[in-house]
């Protein structure tokens, strides 16, 4: 009788949200012949468009003021390049600022004091990668001893991934076929797909000062090609 009063209680309810019963939801879900999981990538190559590279200078000076001091005078140097360059100044970021005293350590002796020095490191974007070393050449004419990279990467890769997600997506159906054929079944349905992976950038290069030095030397930067890549997991019936 308890069951009856319940049954009759929860008809209203029912009328104003009717949640699918849990039996319809496991025969909507329920397939009918053999599950069969996958995992599939897709790849593409595109050409980088944007170097990253880390451009600074250190000075040493037998003052803190002076080292600070010629190192500012200096960085500014470099800066003003960068604007002649046409770089703008959302490309260009501050990364580090420090100053450290220089130590002679000699046996069985205290360390002596011997100077101070600075440094100041920008990380600079260039997005017009043939001008890249060029551009390298001339800040270390201003005065930068110190740079690091590039980092070759794409701007904007969503479309590319797009590409790559589509290649994916193919690759997983081809994979599905060929293991239907060969358990002499067929491909009923896809039942669920998920994405994971993406895309890695690759560690900087380390960029030759000596080279940029050398009169009758120029950096040259080459974007070559960089690969990005998707991964999906998919879920097909079989029967």
């Known amino acids: 009788m308890r069951y009856l009063v319940l049954a009759a209680l929860a008809l209203p309810l029912a009328g104003l949200a009717a949640p699918a019963p849990a039996a319809a939801q496991q025969a909507a879900s329920a397939i009918a012949g ?3 999981d996958v995992s599939a ?3 593409v190559t595109w050409v980088p ?5 880390s451009a600074g200078v250190v000075t040493r000076a037998s003052s803190a003021s002076d080292a600070i001091a010629q190192n500012a005078a200096r960085m500014e140097r470099v800066r003003a390049a960068l604007r002649r360059a046409g770089i703008a100044d959302r490309d260009i970021q501050t990364t580090n600022v420090s100053l450290n005293p220089d130590y002679r350590y000699e046996q069985n002796q205290p360390p002596i004091l011997t100077g101070y020095q600075a440094s100041n490191t920008v990380t600079v974007r260039f997005r017009d990668i043939r001008n890249t070393g060029r551009i390298l050449d001339a800040l270390v004419a201003e005065g930068a001893n110190q740079i690091n990279g590039p980092t070759l990467t794409i701007d904007k890769p969503e479309a590319a991934l797009d590409e790559a997600r ?3 997506i193919a690759n997983g159906r081809a994979r599905a076929e060929l293991y239907a054929r060969a358990l002499g079944m067929r491909v009923v349905r896809l039942i ?3 994405e994971g992976g993406g895309f890695s950038v690759p560690p900087p290069m380390p960029y030759a000062v000596a080279m940029a030095e050398r009169s009758d030397a120029a950096t040259k930067i ?3 090609e960089q690969k ?3 991964g999906v997991a998919m879920s097909f019936e079989l029967q």
């Open 228 to 230: 990005l890549s998707v």
């Open 49 to 53: 468009d944007v170097a990253i590279v």
């Open 192 to 194: 669920a797909v998920s």
């Open 166 to 168: 589509v290649k994916a």
């Open 222 to 224: 080459d974007p070559g």
């Open 41 to 43: 990538t897709g790849e």
């Open 34 to 36: 053999t599950r069969l």
